[in-house]
């Protein structure tokens, strides 16, 4: 149980382009997941909160006319990366919290996102 | 301002001694803390939690101890396997307020256990 599915689990694209990124908790009910970023050799940083149903909480720091966040249901939240550049370039991860209330968080496979 | 730091950035065990992973953070207000594992290239995946109430956690080989006057956690793994070597990671969350679920990750240690 607790699987979380993202996709695709890498993508190159070109600059000005946009790209989506799902997560799917496959086998539970989320009705928050989150998105993380991790630079190599560094730590998961939280870029926002996505709540079903609602708009989505950006951490400070992060662009959210850049990185748009859609929770359209239970199961599923999009990441779209738009008008990427090379710094955009990195490890994006997902989790997604049970609704049963339980204080673990589940991870996705992670996508790895190359803007050339 | 790192809340949470692993401040051993990798260890090195032989298989089938124990393994001890050593969290630090400072803010005294965190509800729960966890710990994970992640492969290069892939998820964390989740391995135990611990309550701010309790002191210590227990699942098969792997045991969470907690020390909230010294702000401190630990992970022990008895015993080591080889396929315990990856990059373990500590996370603290609140259980409420505006910060509530949101994890805050240490720098995480590379456990290399050697047959």
């Known amino acids: 149980g607790a699987v979380v599915s993202q996709h695709p689990s890498r993508v190159i694209c070109k600059s000005g382009t946009s790209v989506k990124i799902e997560c799917r908790s496959l086998d539970f009910q989320a009705t928050t997941m989150f998105w993380y970023r991790q630079f190599p050799k560094q730590s998961l940083m939280l870029m926002a909160t996505?709540?079903?149903?609602?708009?989505?909480?950006?951490e400070q720091g992060v662009e959210k006319d850049k990185f748009l966040i859609n929770h359209a249901s239970l199961t599923l939240s999009t990441l779209t990366v738009t008008s990427a550049h090379p710094e955009d370039s990195s490890f994006y991860i997902c989790s997604a919290r049970s609704t049963s209330g339980a204080y673990e968080q589940y991870f996705g496979p992670g996508t790895r996102l190359t803007v050339t | 301002d790192q809340q949470v730091k692993q401040n051993s950035p990798s260890l090195s065990v032989q298989e089938g001694r124990i393994s001890i992973l050593n969290c630090d953070y400072t803010n005294s207000m965190f509800d729960y803390f966890l710990w994970y594992k992640k492969y290069p290239a892939e998820g964390p995946t989740f391995l135990i939690s611990i309550s701010s109430i309790k002191d210590k956690n227990e699942d098969g080989r792997f045991t969470v101890f907690l020390n909230k006057s010294a702000k401190h956690l630990s992970l022990h793994i008895v015993p080591s396997q080889p396929g315990d070597s990856a990059v373990y990671f500590c996370?603290?969350?609140?259980?409420?307020?505006?910060?509530?679920?949101?994890?805050?990750f240490g720098q995480g240690t590379i456990l290399t256990v050697h047959p």
């Open positions: 996505s709540n079903e149903g609602s708009k989505a909480t950006y």
């Open positions: 996370a603290a969350s609140f259980a409420g307020g505006t910060s509530y679920g949101k994890l805050t």
